[in-house]
């Protein structure tokens, strides 16, 4: 197996160490809760955790990749990973449960950090664009992967220790794989220099893109952590709509070389946008088994967001380096987080309101739950606007690059 072969794989199964250590832990915090007597918001706060160490390490990554090397952050986040798991299943507290969290939340956001950017200086072109899709596939697909996992152990009757030993799996596989393998230098010679880095960050293209990279982070996760609440009085199953939907987007990223090929980068995310649209608008309006249907639209429409909007920073901003690619992956995570709770208001608004008019029981919640997913078509219909204004843009960039070429 060659170097760059034993890299990508490695960073494949990094992330799937990520996406089991979401899936899984969403799966035990039933148990988690009820072996060490914890509250709701202890386990809320346990989760945060996860959430806040991402985009730290993120950006810290980014901006020490080019000094210390991607090989050096990931042996941290082999660290990060371990330490967390083993901490995870011995500490037996919420104290240690808070710790061993934002240790794996470190050593995943390191994952982006060292993986992202060392696929970028790896490969070129379409290539490029494809080995950044199927390395990203790996988080709906370990997110499927860890959810089955759960589910089956947790009818067995096995417990959630065993569970998060799972997680040591692909852990001990990556660390076999990077072991000894020379990482590559940076394509673009201005990118392993920080203020060429930063110069390059405060170009109006990308702080566009920053601030769509808010927009597409919460379009596609917003509906994601809420859908099985709205959608569980629908006559739609939430847990299959939640698999069908990551199944779909691990298929799609897949099959994103050959897209992103076809339309170009720009083309796939105002694509992507429209169809994003499309689904939290049917999920808004529909129920029973239009749900599913919903679930397609959205799923096609979210699969190329966030592995495209990295590989975009890569192609087309490169001086912003590894530190561009972690701060735009950050802003993702960061504003997942602050969304949430303003979701959950919106939620406890239209509940409000459905009382007001009458309603009550599962009609109640079924009205509030559309009402808000009403209200997130927003965001993903901003981004048809602002995608529309990056096609043409980028088009016409293109053309005067063709046409000075041509003179």
């Given at each position: 197996?060659?170097?760059?072969?034993?890299?990508?794989?490695?960073?494949?199964?990094?992330?799937?160490?990520?996406?089991?250590?979401?899936?899984?832990?969403?799966?035990?915090?039933?148990?988690?809760?009820?072996?060490?007597?914890?509250?709701?918001?202890q386990l809320g706060f346990i989760n945060s955790m996860w959430f806040l160490g991402f985009p730290i390490s993120m950006v810290v990554g980014g901006l020490i990749y080019h000094k210390v090397g991607g090989k050096v952050?990931?042996?941290?986040?082999?660290?990060?990973?371990?330490?967390?798991?083993?901490?995870?299943?011995?500490?037996?507290?919420?104290?240690?449960?808070?710790?061993?969290?934002?240790?794996?939340?470190?050593?995943?956001?390191?994952?982006?950090?060292?993986?992202?950017?060392?696929?970028?200086?790896?490969?070129?072109?379409?290539?490029?664009?494809?080995?950044?899709?199927?390395?990203?596939?790996?988080?709906?697909?370990?997110?499927?992967?860890?959810?089955?996992?759960?589910?089956?152990?947790?009818?067995?009757?096995?417990?959630?220790?065993?569970?998060?030993?799972?997680?040591?799996?692909?852990?001990?596989?990556?660390?076999?794989?990077?072991?000894?393998?020379?990482?590559?230098?940076?394509?673009?010679?201005?990118?392993?220099?920080?203020?060429?880095?930063?110069?390059?960050?405060?170009?109006?293209?990308?702080?566009?893109?920053?601030?769509?990279?808010?927009?597409?982070?919460?379009?596609?996760?917003?509906?994601?952590?809420?859908?099985?609440?709205?959608?569980?009085?629908?006559?739609?199953?939430?847990?299959?709509?939640?698999?069908?939907?990551?199944?779909?987007?691990?298929?799609?990223?897949?099959?994103?070389?050959?897209?992103?090929?076809?339309?170009?980068?720009?083309?796939?995310?105002?694509?992507?946008?429209?169809?994003?649209?499309?689904?939290?608008?049917?999920?808004?309006?529909?129920?029973?088994?239009?749900?599913?249907?919903?679930?397609?639209?959205?799923?096609?429409?979210?699969?190329?967001?966030?592995?495209?909007?990295?590989?975009?920073?890569?192609?087309?901003?490169?001086?912003?380096?590894?530190?561009?690619?972690?701060?735009?992956?950050?802003?993702?995570?960061?504003?997942?987080?602050?969304?949430?709770?303003?979701?959950?208001?919106?939620?406890?608004?239209?509940?409000?309101?459905?009382?007001?008019?009458?309603?009550?029981?599962?009609?109640?919640?079924?009205?509030?739950?559309?009402?808000?997913?009403?209200?997130?078509?927003?965001?993903?219909?901003?981004?048809?606007?602002?995608?529309?204004?990056?096609?043409?843009?980028?088009?016409?960039?293109?053309?005067?690059?063709?046409?000075?070429?041509?003179?």
């Amino acid at each position: 197996m060659t170097t760059n072969n034993r890299l990508f794989y490695g960073s494949c199964f990094a992330l799937i160490t990520t996406a089991l250590s979401f899936s899984i832990r969403a799966g035990i915090l039933t148990q988690l809760g009820t072996e060490l007597s914890l509250s709701a918001s202890q386990l809320g706060f346990i989760n945060s955790m996860w959430f806040l160490g991402f985009p730290i390490s993120m950006v810290v990554g980014g901006l020490i990749y080019h000094k210390v090397g991607g090989k050096v952050i990931m042996q941290f986040a082999l660290f990060a990973h371990a330490f967390g798991i083993l901490l995870t299943i011995y500490s037996g507290s919420y104290e240690g449960l808070l710790i061993s969290t934002l240790l794996i939340g470190l050593g995943n956001g390191c994952t982006e950090a060292a993986c992202n950017p060392m696929i970028a200086d790896t490969y070129s072109g379409d290539e490029m664009s494809s080995k950044m899709n199927r390395f990203h596939m790996w988080f709906p697909g370990g997110i499927v992967i860890g959810a089955l996992i759960s589910k089956f152990m947790t009818d067995a009757a096995m417990g959630w220790q065993s569970q998060i030993w799972v997680i040591m799996i692909p852990t001990v596989i990556y660390a076999w794989l990077f072991f000894g393998q020379s990482w590559p230098k940076a394509k673009e010679v201005k990118a392993s220099n920080i203020g060429n880095n930063f110069s390059a960050m405060i170009s109006p293209l990308f702080i566009f893109m920053f601030f769509c990279m808010a927009l597409t982070a919460i379009s596609e996760f917003g509906p994601q952590q809420w859908v099985g609440v709205i959608l569980a009085k629908s006559g739609a199953h939430p847990m299959l709509i939640l698999a069908l939907v990551t199944g779909l987007m691990a298929v799609a990223r897949y099959f994103g070389g050959s897209v992103v090929a076809k339309f170009d980068i720009t083309g796939v995310l105002l694509g992507s946008a429209i169809l994003t649209t499309i689904g939290v608008f049917l999920f808004s309006t529909q129920t029973g088994g239009m749900a599913y249907v919903a679930a397609i639209f959205f799923a096609l429409g979210v699969a190329y967001f966030w592995p495209n909007m990295i590989g975009f920073i890569a192609k087309y901003i490169p001086a912003s380096g590894a530190l561009g690619m972690s701060v735009v992956g950050a802003v993702g995570m960061f504003s997942t987080s602050i969304f949430q709770p303003i979701i959950g208001s919106w939620i406890d608004s239209d509940k409000a309101a459905a009382k007001a008019q009458g309603l009550t029981g599962d009609e109640l919640e079924l009205f509030a739950g559309q009402a808000t997913l009403g209200t997130m078509v927003i965001f993903p219909a901003i981004l048809i606007i602002a995608f529309t204004v990056l096609f043409f843009w980028m088009k016409s960039k293109k053309t005067t690059v063709s046409v000075e070429a041509t003179a």
